[in-house]
C-alpha cells in the first residue's frame, strides 16, 4: 500500500512539475506595444521594433489602404503551432511573438460617399472636427506661401 501511495504522490508531482513547467511559455507577453487607435502603418512599426510580428486577423471596410486603416483591436496570439520534426511524433510550441490586429478601413467618420463613424457619435464628431481643424490649417498655410509679401 505504501508503494501505491508513493507512485500516486510522485505521479501527481510529475504532472504538476509539468503543467508548472508549460504555464509560463503559454502566458501571454508582456511587451505588447499598445497601437489602438494607431493607423496600420503606424502600429505595425511599433509592433515590429518590439521583436514581434503584426498579422491582421480582422478587416472592416474596404475604402482605405491598409497602412491607412485604423487599429480599432490588438491582441497577442495564444496559440500553439506544429512542428514538423518527426511525423510519428507530432510536437508543437507556444507562439509568443504575433499581435493579432483589427482593422476599420471605412474611416474615420461617415460622409454621404464613405462610410465611418456616425457624426452623431463621439467619435464621429472628434474626428470629423479633427479633419475640419486639419483643412483650414492646411488652407490657412497655402494662402501665406501664396502671399509672401502681405
Given at each position: 500500500?505504501?508503494?501505491?501511495?508513493?507512485?500516486?504522490?510522485?505521479?501527481?508531482?510529475?504532472?504538476?512539475?509539468?503543467?508548472?513547467?508549460?504555464?509560463?511559455?503559454?502566458?501571454?507577453?508582456?511587451?505588447?506595444?499598445?497601437?489602438?487607435?494607431?493607423?496600420?502603418?503606424?502600429?505595425?512599426?511599433?509592433?515590429?521594433?518590439?521583436?514581434?510580428?503584426?498579422?491582421?486577423?480582422?478587416v472592416i471596410?474596404?475604402?482605405?489602404?491598409?497602412?491607412?486603416?485604423?487599429?480599432?483591436?490588438?491582441?497577442?496570439?495564444?496559440?500553439?503551432?506544429?512542428?514538423?520534426?518527426?511525423?510519428?511524433?507530432?510536437?508543437?510550441?507556444?507562439?509568443?511573438?504575433?499581435?493579432?490586429?483589427?482593422?476599420?478601413?471605412?474611416?474615420?467618420?461617415?460622409?454621404?460617399?464613405?462610410?465611418?463613424?456616425?457624426?452623431?457619435?463621439?467619435?464621429?464628431?472628434?474626428?470629423?472636427?479633427?479633419?475640419?481643424?486639419?483643412?483650414?490649417?492646411?488652407?490657412?498655410?497655402?494662402a501665406e506661401a501664396?502671399?509672401?509679401?502681405?
Amino acid at each position: 500500500m505504501n508503494k501505491v501511495t508513493a507512485f500516486g504522490a510522485s505521479a501527481a508531482g510529475i504532472a504538476f512539475a509539468m503543467v508548472g513547467a508549460a504555464s509560463p511559455a503559454m502566458a501571454a507577453p508582456s511587451g505588447v506595444p499598445d497601437v489602438v487607435g494607431d493607423t496600420y502603418a503606424d502600429a505595425s512599426s511599433a509592433i515590429t521594433e518590439a521583436d514581434m510580428t503584426p498579422v491582421v486577423g480582422v478587416v472592416i471596410g474596404d475604402k482605405l489602404p491598409r497602412d491607412e486603416c485604423i487599429v480599432t483591436n490588438a491582441q497577442p496570439v495564444s496559440a500553439l503551432r506544429p512542428i514538423a520534426l518527426e511525423e510519428a511524433f507530432p510536437q508543437y510550441f507556444p507562439v509568443e511573438d504575433e499581435v493579432v490586429l483589427t482593422l476599420n478601413c471605412n474611416g474615420d467618420y461617415a460622409t454621404a460617399t464613405n462610410p465611418g463613424a456616425s457624426v452623431a457619435s463621439p467619435a464621429g464628431r472628434e474626428a470629423r472636427e479633427a479633419a475640419e481643424q486639419a483643412a483650414s490649417a492646411e488652407e490657412q498655410e497655402l494662402a501665406e506661401a501664396a502671399t509672401p509679401g502681405e
